[in-house]
Nanobody
Framework: QVEFVESGGDLVQPGGSLRLSCTVS????????MAWFRQVPGKQRELVAG???????NYGESVRGRFAISRDNARKSVYLEMKTLKPEDAAVYYC????????WGQGTQVTVSS
């Protein structure tokens, strides 16, 4: 059974930075493309950034140039480095397979406010 455990969310001021982490268990992590998603109440969950098994990355237009996704196969972990945060980045952030077909974890709350 696949499990995603996200962490690292916090309250940060506009312009600040955060690093999110996700540990994955129950799969041969190395072979899977992974992604970060985010959701705010009343809106659909959206793809923030993805990373393939080969390390190829892709980003949502609103975060390109500010966020960076990475992975550590030995630690079965995916990371999201977020810089120059904006109030509109506030959301619950989740990690999952890049196709979003895994069961969703609890997520980690990111709040951007002065």
């Amino acid at each position: 059974q696949v499990e995603f455990v996200e962490s690292g969310g916090d309250l940060v001021q506009p312009g600040g930075s955060l690093r999110l982490s996700c540990t994955v268990s129950g799969i041969s992590f190395t072979y899977y493309a992974m992604a970060w998603f985010r959701q705010v109440p009343g809106k659909q969950r959206e793809l923030v950034a993805g990373i393939g098994a080969d390390g190829y990355t892709n980003y949502g237009e609103s975060v390109r140039g500010r966020f960076a996704i990475s992975r550590d196969n030995a630690r079965k972990s995916v990371y999201l480095e977020m810089k120059t945060l904006k109030p509109e980045d506030a959301a619950v952030y989740y990690c999952n397979f890049r196709n979003g077909q895994g069961s969703w974890g609890q997520g980690t709350q990111v709040t951007v406010s002065s």
